[in-house]
């Protein structure tokens, strides 16, 4: 049976985000957990150990106190990243197997309190003032059980269907990353440990404010065609993963302590992995 059902793949262009479910066993989710506590030395069980201050400054202010953790390159990260499972679900919805996977990071968005109030955000992750509009996709795993008050994903459904009639209404000077939400209703997408969410890029999404008494806990997974990326960017790829650096860019501050780079090893890839990530040729 493929990772995505007939049903799936009507309800994805529909709603524009789909969850995969079961998309890795429990034991990899397990792992990811450990590290992350491990990594940002945190106790599980004493809510007074998650209240730390962001790891660097972040270029994008909405995740600030969002709990992005500034972890990449773990094998237990790896581990997920090739996993057939969620190749496929990615391959369907690309329309080919031959992908590089994202190199992303992990988030812990602890509960909200009167000290640590974040309200939550929705942004783009894609320019929507080009044309034609970029199509991509983007995908979260969780690694705890997310229900909707929790902090998890929060996005407006459906609306890459009508984005172009929207954006006609809009003014001018509108910013083509952070979208004027007002009349739509969030969608709290809830999800079991070890489910992974892929949605539109085009949608309105972010993470929401955590109401309940326990963190939220995720995986950020995406693929691409490998055909968009170059010799230049697959060397960085590889290099990065050789030498367990963080993503580059403004909202990947990177860990100060450099904890993977001077306690880690790297990880080690499946033959799919090693195509995953540029070191060989799909």
Known sequence: MPALTQTDRAFWQREGYVILRDAVPQANVDAVV????????????DPATWYQPPQGPNGMVELNRAGMVELYQHQSLWDNRQHPRIHEAFAQIWGTEKLWVTIDRVNLNPPARDDWDFTGFVHWDVDTSLRPLPFAVQGVLALADVRAEQGGLQLVPGFHRIIEEWAAAQPADRDPWKPDISGFELTHVEMNAGDLAI???????GTARNNSNRPRLAQYISMFPASQGDATSRQERITAWRERLPRQGRAFPGDPRRWEIERGATAQLTPLGEKLLGLRDW
Do not use: G, Q, Y
Request: charged residues 20%; aromatic residues 16%; negative net charge.
């Open 34 to 45: 450990d590290t992350i506590w491990d990594f940002m030395e945190m106790d599980p069980h």
């Open 199 to 205: 949605w539109h890029s085009l949608l309105p999404h």
